[in-house]
């Protein structure tokens, strides 16, 4: 088992280096005491493959912490265990912002300000920094910057795709809250107001046969397929996921179905996790 141990200064991100990493599948636990690695090791070996990583999240808020790392260090390597070190800081003033925005105390300040808190801890954590064997500076990285430079720094994690979910709705019942990207289609021609059609619905061939006489649908089809194939990289690269395009007409029942169901059958084969609901119809 890959150990990877996430350390740093407070307040520097350690947390979302964390949830990073654990998003993509990673087994992630936070704030391990150093005497409990190696028996937790011991015991996730028994339960996982041999080639899962273990990701932990160790600071100086143990009080045997900067002292016991070290040797800890040593015997995992001596005995063969595959280990890197992630220490994660930021600048002074980085720190010091943020520490005010969440009015949070520094652990280490005691009754002095959090720029003496900062202080001492980088002094003493500064032996643990120099065994690093990755620095991880996010003074000006943003979550999405972050993830990037984790799968740059720790390669062949496994990939977490975004889950794409397609869902087809009926503008007179509202917008649904959780779409990330909405498309009307109510100015396309309603087979409602065609006597066969109106009681099927758009899953039914007959009304996307009726539909797909038209031009202007046949090219809304053919613009939502392009957007998210140009889209969705994007998004997974921003690290979402959970990704909702939301289609929608007058009564949910026949163009969004119909739109929904078209467009999945086009990227079901190029896109890992894909959905559809329609909202109007399912219930």
Known sequence: MELIVVTGLSGAGRH???????????TAL??????LLE??????????????????????????????????LERLRIGNTPVQ?????????ILLRRYSETRRPHHLALLGTAGEGIRRERELLAPIRALATTI??????????????????VPHLPTRHTAVRLLSFGFKRGVP?????????????????VEALKPLNGKDWPV?????EAPEFREFLQ?????????????????????????????GQHRSVALVEMLAHRLRNDVAALSIRHRELDG
């Open 30 to 35: 936070d704030n391990v005491p150093v005497r």
């Open 223 to 251: 613009r939502a397929e392009d957007w998210l194939r140009w889209s969705l990289p994007l998004v997974q690269q921003e690290g979402r996921a959970y990704h909702t395009l939301a289609i929608g007409c007058t009564g």
């Open 39 to 72: 028996p937790l090791m011991e015991l996730e070996s028994k339960l996982q493959a041999s080639h899962d990583r273990l990701v932990v999240g160790m600071d100086s808020r143990q009080a045997d912490f900067a002292s016991e790392f070290g040797p800890l």
């Open 208 to 212: 996307q046969e009726y539909l797909l």
């Open 85 to 93: 070190v992630v220490f994660v800081e930021a600048s002074d003033d």
């Open 177 to 193: 809250a959780d779409a990330d990207v909405i498309l009307d289609a109510r100015f396309l021609p309603n087979p409602y107001y």
């Open 136 to 153: 991880l500076d996010t003074s000006h990285l943003s979550l999405s910057e972050l993830r990037l430079r984790i799968a740059a720094l």
């Open 16 to 26: 979302s280096v964390l949830g990073a990493l654990e998003d993509t599948g990673c």
